[in-house]
């Protein structure tokens, strides 16, 4: 089993190339399920039920989101409603949304993903650990491969939680920061692991946005609105191979798809 897991989607310039990109990637490596974290996906901030529909179009089969989950609330009901999107698990039990989400995989299996925000330099959530242990009782019997979404700004709240989990979930994959990390393993019990996948949008930006409007914010501390930055679009993610027989990780490689790499691909 391949599961392709990508980081952050940010604005038009990260679903356009998702667009472009998913439908020559997912056959090249022989991809059976997709999970991507969308919680910029909507103008750089949130995910509108259109954009949802649309990255469900390119391919993707399981949504997780982050700490923008409800910028746009008109996402709401897609949440309560549909089992491929989910909100952060450790959110207090009012928050609407399923706190985890499930698909059959392009092989007929059962894949499931959550995701978990950090508790360091973010907004105060619930227990990570208490949310992930409730979440995988829910799906014990369901689902022997589960991905988990590790949302979070400090690596050490990612190495927690893998090895909180490791041995009990095929993965653990940082998001949030935006920007990759080079420390991809396998941790002991067969979890894959790496502190963040980047990010899928614009890298000729700060992290996503546009580098003169968030660089003069900074340096004279005039605000200026921070738009969704437009070049050089790539898919930040990672590739995870899982041994379908106990939900165990046996590989992990990091994927970094610049535009040239697709039109490679496309030969
Ligand atoms: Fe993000
Ligand atoms: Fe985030």
Do not use: W
């Not at 391919?59 to 549909?82: A, F, N, R």
């Not at 996948?197 to 992290?207: A, F, N, Q």
């Amino acid at each position: 089993m391949r599961i392709l897991f990508l980081g952050d989607i940010v604005g038009k310039p990260g679903v356009a190339f998702l667009k472009r990109a998913l439908p020559v990637l997912v056959p090249h490596e022989q991809i059976d399920v997709v999970i991507a974290n969308a919680e910029n996906a909507t103008d750089g901030s949130g995910l509108s039920p259109k954009d949802y529909r649309r990255i469900r179009e390119c391919g993707v089969d399981l949504v997780t989101l982050g700490d923008h989950v409800y910028k746009k609330k008109d996402i709401i009901p897609t949440l309560e409603q549909d089992e491929h999107i989910c909100r952060p698990a450790n959110f207090p039990p009012g928050a609407p949304g399923r706190d985890h989400a499930l698909c059959t995989a392009r092989n007929g299996e059962p894949v499931a993903a959550f995701s978990l925000l950090g508790r360091t330099y973010m907004r105060p959530a619930e227990c990570p650990y208490l949310a992930a242990d409730r979440v995988l009782q829910v799906l014990a019997g369901r689902a022997r491969c589960v991905v988990v979404d590790m949302h979070a700004e400090a690596t050490a709240d990612k190495y927690l939680m893998g090895h909180y989990l490791k041995g009990r979930v095929s993965a653990v994959l940082g998001t949030h920061t935006h920007v990759p990390t080079a420390d991809e393993q396998i941790l002991p019990g067969g979890t894959a692991f790496i502190s963040d996948v980047g990010m899928t949008g614009p890298y000729d930006s700060i992290l996503g946005r546009q580098v003169d409007r968030v660089l003069s914010t900074a340096v004279t501390f005039v605000p200026a609105a921070f738009d969704v930055a437009e070049n050089d679009p790539r898919l930040g993610g990672a590739i995870v191979d899982v041994d379908l027989a106990t939900g165990h990780a046996q590989a992990i490689r990091r994927l970094m798809l610049t535009e040239s790499a697709v039109s490679a691909m496309q030969g």
